[in-house]
C-alpha cells in the first residue's frame, strides 16, 4: 500500500481540493469528467473509480474433512466478525446434511446474512444488510432493552417459578448475541471509527455476559425447582437489587455525570458484602449456592459498565469539572 501526501487547497472561497496521484489516474483511466465515489469509514475516506461501488468482498470456506460440533459454527461467526460480502462454503466431495444444517443455523443466529444458492457441494451466502440502515447506535440500544428485560423476567422467574417464561429467556440469549456479533462485525471492518469505539466494544460483551448469567439462572431454576419461600425471598432481594444497579448502569452509558457513575462503581462493595451473607448460609444446597454467584456476577458487571463509561466520558472531554 503506497502512501502519499497531498497538500488540501480550497478554491471558490468554501471548496476543498485534494490532487489525485496521477499512477493511480493511470491506473484507473480517470479522464475529465470521471465520476469517483467516495466511502467514508469514520476519519478516514476510500477513493473508488469510474462510479463504482466498493469492491466486494467474497470469502470461502473449504470443508476437508470431518470436524468437531463447534469448530465449524465458531469458524464461521469469525468470519462474519471479519467481514464478508458474499460466503461460499464449499467441498471437494458433498456437503453432509449435518454441516448445512449447521451453516443454516449460523445464518439465523447473525443479522443479514441469507443463504441465496444451495448444491451438493456447495453453499453461498449474502450478506444483505446494509449496515447504514441500521447503525451500531441502534444495535447497541435495542442490545441494552434486551438485557434489561432478561434480568427483570428473571425475577419475575425467580417468583413465579414458571417454566415457560424460564425457557422464554434462555431463548432470547440468541437474539443478544445477534446484536453482540453484529457489533463485533461493525468494529471489526472498520464502519465505526474513533473515541467510542474500543468502549462500545467492551460493553457489548458485557451485555452478552449478563444475558448468559439470566440463562444460567433460569437453567438452574427450570432443573431445580423446589425452592422454599425463605430461599426465595432472600434470592428476590438480591437480583432485584442487582437488577436496580444494572438498570442504572446500562441507562447511565448513555449519558451520565461522573459523580453518578462514580455511585454507582461503590455499589461493588455492597455487592460484596451480600453475596458474602447469602453464600455463609448456603443451606447446603448448590442451587441456591449457584444462583447467589449468577446473582453477583449481574451485579458486578453493572459497576464495570459505570467504570468503562467514565474511562470514555474522560476520553472524550478535554475539561472535566467535578
Not at 453432509?96 to 444444517?101: A, G, L
Not at 453461498?124 to 447497541?140: G, I, W
Amino acid at each position: 500500500m503506497a502512501l502519499e501526501s497531498r497538500k488540501v487547497q480550497i478554491t471558490g472561497g468554501s471548496t476543498y481540493i485534494v490532487s489525485l496521484p496521477p499512477t493511480w489516474i493511470k491506473t484507473n483511466q480517470i479522464k475529465k469528467g470521471s465520476t469517483v465515489t467516495i466511502e467514508t469509514l469514520g476519519d478516514s475516506l476510500t477513493l473508488f473509480p469510474n462510479e463504482r461501488k466498493k469492491r466486494e468482498i467474497i470469502k470461502e470456506l473449504e470443508i476437508t474433512g470431518n470436524l468437531s460440533n463447534d469448530l465449524l459454527p465458531r469458524t464461521l461467526v469469525s468470519l462474519y466478525i471479519s467481514g464478508f460480502d458474499t460466503l461460499i462454503v464449499r467441498s471437494e466431495s458433498y456437503i453432509s446434511q449435518e454441516i448445512k444444517n449447521i451453516v443454516k443455523k449460523f445464518s439465523r443466529l447473525v443479522m443479514g446474512v441469507e443463504i441465496f444458492e444451495e448444491s451438493a457441494k456447495a453453499l453461498t451466502l449474502q450478506n444483505v444488510l446494509d449496515s447504514e440502515s441500521f447503525p451500531l447506535s441502534t444495535a447497541l440500544r435495542r442490545m441494552i432493552m434486551n438485557v434489561q428485560l432478561m434480568v427483570n423476567d428473571t425475577s419475575k422467574a425467580l417468583e413465579s417459578m414458571e417454566p415457560e417464561l424460564m425457557e422464554n429467556i434462555i431463548g432470547r440469549d440468541d437474539d443478544v448475541d445477534r446484536y453482540h456479533f453484529y457489533i463485533m462485525k461493525e468494529i471489526s471492518i472498520g464502519k465505526y471509527e474513533g473515541n467510542d469505539t474500543v468502549f462500545n466494544l467492551i460493553f457489548s460483551r458485557i451485555l452478552e455476559r449478563v444475558a448468559d448469567h439470566t440463562v444460567n439462572i433460569c437453567t438452574i431454576l427450570r432443573d431445580s425447582p423446589n425452592f422454599d419461600q425463605k430461599k426465595k425471598a432472600e434470592l428476590m432481594e438480591f437480583i432485584t437489587y442487582a437488577y436496580g444497579v444494572f438498570q442504572k448502569a446500562t441507562t447511565s452509558f448513555l449519558g451520565a455525570d461522573l459523580k453518578t457513575l462514580n455511585d454507582i462503581v461503590n455499589v461493588k462493595e455492597n455487592i460484596g458484602e451480600m453475596k458474602t451473607v447469602l453464600m455463609k448460609k448456603k443451606y447446603s444446597d448448590v442451587s441456591y449456592s449457584g444462583i447467589v454467584e449468577e446473582i453477583s456476577r449481574i451485579g458486578l458487571y453493572s459497576t464495570d459498565i459505570a467504570e468503562i463509561t467514565m474511562d470514555r466520558y474522560v476520553k472524550k472531554n478535554l475539561n472535566i469539572k467535578l
